[in-house]
């Protein structure tokens, strides 16, 4: 295998052919994917850093990766012998990416990134900065496909389609929505990137990202005809046949050529500048109009019907199952395992369970000063014993047939500390208000983001991210476009959604505790003054009572935690190896 350095004087080679002065890798997919697959991994092969974050660059003499303060330990470790010189994100005095860019490349210099990983939206930001000192930033083409001699292929696992009885829409009644908006839209072409939309729409899974079950594609959608630019040779006889009555299927490489011939001058053409990448850009041509939007299908997608809802339910079932069995049996196995062992066996108990195919993510597991990581991955080698005192922060979830999970519990190992108690208590607290509030039609997830942060606040305390994400049905476990978040985030909550309740607190080199739910919104009623809606809790597994701190909980609190460890308890305990220990776990506080 070649050297690293060796890697970095190949791409300088394409650089220097194409007059560029310094070349951007930022590791990301064609379609923005959370996680990509192993032929997107561009970051890694080119640095030897296996971290999910960084931005790298190449000059003609220097080589530099920005990574944040999470992976610098890391990355230091594993760019160490190399040219790579190691940017800690955010530290003072360490310029971020762009910043360097226009401080080290001459007016009239030239910025390349490749075209299949550049958005739009980055495209124009970036070229804006850059205007000021006078860089041209250019899409260029991919240099690693011809300097990274064995990359891995597109993937083309294949791909199973949905019946409608874990659907709940079909394919065609979800184009004709699409259709619709695109009419009042005044738009002739949709361009869709966006996997998980695209699995969602057609009705289809894949394997082809990890712990994603969706497949490397684009679509172009008309108000007559589509096309769906994927491996053909992923389908069986069946499922082609069943989506080419609804669209022509193409190789994943001719999107751009089929954007060009089909999409004319005077055509209105819709996209989202996040999602849709400068090579499909490019193809359109100077006479299309452009309108741009998040794509209508992430709204659709979000807003689960009741079938789908039904799914998640179902998952939740399981996994409350799962979950129980996991955590009934701790006492049994206590100083055997370490952090990664413990997810392990965690896994096991879900896959035990009907329709579940395995992770919906990578688990996190955190024992003690671990616990303060909040996206700490505890890994086969050098994972905490799981030993004395302490807490774990367990954050894991589970992909079925029929839909996903994602919880947190902070279990207890030995003895609690009063500061342990007390920080549980306080992040329980939040995580209760948010779970019981009602709120009028057209609030989002930033005003009600306050809920499950007042108590920290009270006390001077607080946690760095946000307090929910959306999950997807049979999807993506990250969803949009809701979030809750002190962030400003415009996306009113609405029936449908699935969205996940986690406050936390985090003690550097101490603990952490992390309490996650997930929470579906639902009518509550409608009065003279609107509609409301409220949190229906999916999430079926018991709090860690011996945790509480019963001096800061109202009666209110202990009335909400009653009820949901009785609904706990009822739905579970005929189904769970040891129902004794479910009805200790769960009887009133």
Same mark, same amino acid.
């Given at each position: 295998?070649?050297?690293?350095?060796?890697?970095?004087?190949?791409?300088?080679?394409?650089?220097?052919?194409?007059?560029?002065?310094?070349?951007? $890798?930022?590791?990301?997919?064609?379609?923005?994917?959370?996680?990509?697959?192993?032929?997107?991994?561009?970051?890694?092969?080119?640095?030897?850093?296996?971290?999910?974050?960084?931005?790298?660059?190449?000059?003609?003499?220097?080589?530099?990766?920005?990574?944040?303060?999470?992976?610098?330990?890391?990355?230091?470790?594993?760019?160490?012998?190399?040219?790579?010189?190691?940017?800690?994100?955010?530290?003072?005095?360490?310029?971020?990416?762009?910043?360097?860019?226009?401080?080290?490349?001459?007016?009239?210099?030239?910025?390349?990134?490749?075209?299949?990983?550049?958005?739009?939206?980055?495209?124009?930001?970036?070229?804006?900065?850059?205007?000021?000192?006078?860089?041209?930033?250019?899409?260029?083409?991919?240099?690693?496909?011809?300097?990274?001699?064995?990359?891995?292929?597109?993937?083309?696992?294949?791909?199973?389609?949905?019946?409608?009885?874990?659907?709940?829409?079909?394919?065609?009644?979800?184009?004709?929505?699409?259709?619709?908006?695109?009419?009042?839209?005044?738009?002739?072409?949709?361009? +869709?990137?966006?996997?998980?939309?695209?699995?969602?729409?057609?009705?289809?899974?894949? %394997?082809?990202?990890?712990?994603?079950?969706?497949?490397?594609?684009?679509?172009?959608?008309?108000?007559?005809?589509?096309?769906?630019?994927?491996?053909?040779?992923?389908?069986?006889?069946?499922?082609?046949?069943?989506?080419?009555?609804?669209?022509?299927?193409?190789?994943?490489?001719?999107?751009?050529?089929?954007?060009?011939?089909?999409?004319?001058?005077?055509?209105?053409?819709?996209?989202?500048?996040?999602?849709?990448?400068?090579?499909?850009?490019?193809?359109?041509?100077?006479?299309?109009?452009?309108?741009?939007?998040?794509?209508?299908?992430?709204?659709?997608?979000?807003?689960?019907?009741?079938?789908?809802?039904?799914?998640?339910?179902?998952?939740?079932?399981?996994?409350?199952?799962?979950?129980?069995?996991?955590?009934?049996?701790?006492?049994?196995?206590?100083?055997?395992?370490?952090?990664?062992?413990? /997810?392990?066996?965690?896994?096991?108990?879900?896959?035990?369970?009907?329709?579940?195919?395995?992770?919906?993510?990578?688990?996190?597991?955190?024992?003690?000063?671990?616990?303060?990581?909040?996206?700490?991955?505890?890994?086969?080698?050098?994972?905490?014993?799981?030993?004395?005192?302490?807490?774990?922060? +367990?954050?894991?979830?589970?992909?079925?047939?029929?839909?996903?999970?994602?919880?947190?519990?902070?279990?207890?190992?030995?003895?609690?500390?009063?500061?342990?108690?007390?920080?549980?208590?306080?992040?329980?607290?939040?995580?209760?208000?948010?779970?019981?509030?009602?709120?009028?039609?057209?609030?989002?997830?930033?005003?009600?983001?306050?809920?499950?942060?007042?108590?920290?606040?009270?006390?001077?305390?607080?946690?760095?991210?946000?307090?929910?994400?959306?999950?997807?049905?049979?999807?993506?476990?990250?969803?949009?476009?809701?979030?809750?978040?002190?962030?400003? $985030?415009?996306?009113?909550?609405?029936?449908?959604?699935?969205?996940?309740?986690?406050?936390?607190?985090? %003690?550097?080199?101490?603990?952490?505790?992390?309490?996650?739910?997930?929470?579906?919104?639902?009518?509550?009623?409608?009065?003279?003054?609107?509609?409301?809606?409220?949190?229906? /809790?999916?999430?079926?597994?018991?709090?860690?009572?011996?945790?509480?701190?019963?001096?800061?909980?109202?009666?209110?609190?202990?009335?909400?935690?009653?009820?949901?460890?009785?609904?706990?308890?009822?739905?579970?305990?005929?189904?769970?190896?040891?129902?004794?220990?479910?009805?200790?776990?769960?009887?009133?506080?």
């Amino acid at each position: 295998m070649e050297s690293i350095d060796t890697r970095i004087a190949a791409i300088r080679g394409r650089m220097k052919e194409d007059g560029l002065d310094a070349w951007i $890798i930022n590791g990301t997919d064609p379609h923005q994917s959370e996680y990509v697959c192993p032929r997107w991994r561009t970051r890694e092969w080119a640095t030897g850093f296996t971290g999910s974050a960084g931005t790298a660059i190449i000059t003609h003499d220097k080589a530099l990766l920005w990574v944040d303060s999470r992976y610098y330990i890391q990355g230091a470790e594993q760019v160490a012998g190399t040219s790579w010189l190691l940017m800690k994100q955010e530290a003072p005095g360490v310029p971020e990416p762009n910043e360097w860019l226009m401080m080290n490349v001459p007016p009239g210099g030239i910025v390349g990134i490749s075209a299949d990983t550049l958005m739009v939206g980055v495209h124009r930001a970036m070229e804006g900065q850059f205007s000021g000192k006078g860089i041209r930033l250019k899409a260029t083409a991919d240099y690693l496909n011809e300097v990274w001699g064995d990359r891995p292929a597109v993937p083309q696992t294949p791909v199973v389609e949905l019946p409608l009885s874990i659907s709940g829409e079909s394919r065609s009644s979800k184009l004709a929505r699409v259709r619709d908006f695109m009419r009042r839209q005044g738009a002739s072409y949709f361009l +869709l990137s966006s996997l998980d939309d695209i699995a969602w729409l057609l009705n289809l899974r894949g %394997r082809d990202v990890e712990y994603n079950p969706v497949f490397l594609s684009y679509m172009i959608i008309g108000h007559k005809e589509a096309w769906l630019f994927t491996s053909p040779r992923r389908f069986s006889p069946d499922i082609l046949a069943s989506v080419s009555h609804d669209m022509h299927v193409r190789p994943y490489d001719e999107a751009p050529t089929v954007i060009a011939d089909r999409i004319a001058v005077g055509d209105v053409v819709f996209i989202n500048p996040e999602k849709t990448n400068m090579l499909l850009y490019q193809a359109l041509a100077d006479g299309v109009e452009v309108r741009e939007g998040r794509e209508p299908t992430t709204d659709f997608k979000a807003a689960k019907n009741e079938t789908e809802l039904e799914g998640m339910r179902k998952s939740h079932l399981y996994d409350g199952v799962a979950l129980v069995n996991f955590i009934s049996s701790l006492d049994a196995v206590k100083n055997q395992y370490n952090e990664y062992e413990l /997810t392990q066996l965690l896994a096991a108990q879900r896959l035990r369970n009907p329709g579940c195919l395995g992770d919906s993510f990578g688990p996190i597991a955190g024992f003690g000063p671990h616990g303060a990581l909040p996206h700490y991955s505890a890994s086969s080698v050098g994972s905490s014993p799981i030993k004395g005192n302490g807490l774990l922060v +367990l954050d894991t979830g589970g992909m079925y047939e029929f839909g996903m999970t994602d919880v947190t519990r902070t279990l207890l190992f030995g003895t609690p500390t009063d500061e342990e108690k007390k920080d549980y208590t306080l992040v329980l607290k939040g995580h209760l208000a948010l779970a019981r509030a009602i709120f009028p039609t057209g609030t989002s997830g930033y005003q009600l983001d306050i809920l499950a942060r007042q108590f920290l606040w009270e006390q001077g305390l607080t946690f760095f991210h946000g307090t929910g994400h959306g999950v997807g049905h049979r999807l993506n476990v990250h969803e949009g476009p809701q979030k809750i978040s002190s962030k400003p $985030i415009a996306v009113a909550m609405v029936p449908g959604m699935v969205t996940s309740n986690e406050p936390g607190i985090y %003690r550097e080199g101490k603990h952490g505790v992390r309490i996650e739910n997930l929470e579906a919104v639902a009518v509550h009623e409608t009065t003279e003054f609107g509609e409301f809606l409220k949190f229906e /809790t999916l999430t079926l597994c018991p709090y860690e009572r011996k945790l509480i701190d019963m001096t800061l909980i109202t009666d209110k609190e202990r009335a909400q935690i009653d009820a949901y460890h009785a609904m706990v308890y009822e739905k579970l305990h005929a189904l769970v190896d040891d129902p004794t220990w479910l009805a200790e776990a769960t009887k009133p506080l």
